[in-house]
């Protein structure tokens, strides 16, 4: 986690520098490309009289209830078709009908059904998140190998016991990667619901900023989503990490760091 948080400062760092010699050299105005000391003031100005920190607490709460509906639908999901094939072969279509679908054209059909409270958002994370993990899950629970499953059959584990000691501790590497994906989508999927209608949230801010023409308010909004995005990424690779010292990923992983 030092690591990253050292990395990621350096590259912002580098950003930041290359960002003010731009706005310096180039002449850039204002209005199209403010410095990086006029977005801090603005910032500031936000945090301080536009309730930024309700826009960012909105947001984020959407996010992390959104991502944990999707995931945990995600896994019971992956499980359920793996051990009953016709009816994965049945809904499948469905499921992959309902993704491919652009998330811009179902989020004005969510709010028309759910209003414009955190519902439609939460709903349309879970949708986004939804998909990579159960493809994950599915790929994770149909390869335990045979020799596991008979071990199970063996020693007469009951499915519950057989699901939490040997097909979930194998499947979590690929749960896992479907989880980090869902997490870069959540914070999008989040966007795009406040854009449709919000009365709070970065996304609200974000066309607050656009209608008003004020570019500095759209450059925060931008910054605090991907920095959301960034530490939520981060945390799930953390979690993934502590969980998986045992895998042979994780000590490849770290002996190439």
């Known amino acids: 986690m030092y690591k990253a948080l050292f990395s990621a400062a350096r590259t912002v760092v580098a950003v930041i520098v290359a960002w003010w010699l731009i706005v310096i050299l180039a002449r850039v ?20 009289n536009a309730d930024l920190g309700q826009h960012i607490r909105v947001t984020l709460g959407e996010v992390v209830i959104g991502f944990l509906i999707g995931g945990i639908l995600g896994v019971a999901l992956g499980w359920g078709f793996v051990r009953l094939p016709r009816v994965g072969r049945l809904l499948s279509p469905l499921i992959l009908l309902l993704q491919t679908a652009p998330k811009i054209a179902i989020a004005p059909l969510l709010l028309l059904w ?33 020799s596991y499953r008979d071990l199970a059959i063996l020693l007469k584990l009951s499915p519950w016991q057989r699901f939490r000691r040997v097909e979930l501790p194998f499947s979590l590497p690929p749960i896992f990667a479907g989880l980090r994906i869902g997490s870069t989508q959540a914070v999008t999927a989040a966007v795009v619901g406040e854009l449709m209608g919000a009365t709070y949230g970065l996304g609200y801010l974000l066309s607050l900023g656009q209608e008003n023409g ?24 953390m979690i993934e990490r502590r969980a998986l010292r045992w895998h042979v990923s994780q000590r490849s992983l770290e002996a190439a760091l």
């Open 114 to 146: 759910l209003g414009i409270d955190m519902g439609p958002k939460v709903t349309l994370i879970a949708i986004v998140t939804f998909f990579p993990v159960m493809a994950g899950a599915m790929a994770g629970f149909s390869s335990v190998e045979t």
């Open 214 to 237: 004020d570019a500095s308010v759209v450059i925060v909004a931008i910054l605090l989503l991907s920095t959301m995005g960034w530490a939520f990424h981060e945390l799930i690779r």
């Open 29 to 48: 105005p204002a209005y199209l490309l403010p410095a990086p000391d006029a977005i801090a003031s603005r910032f500031l100005f936000l945090a301080g």
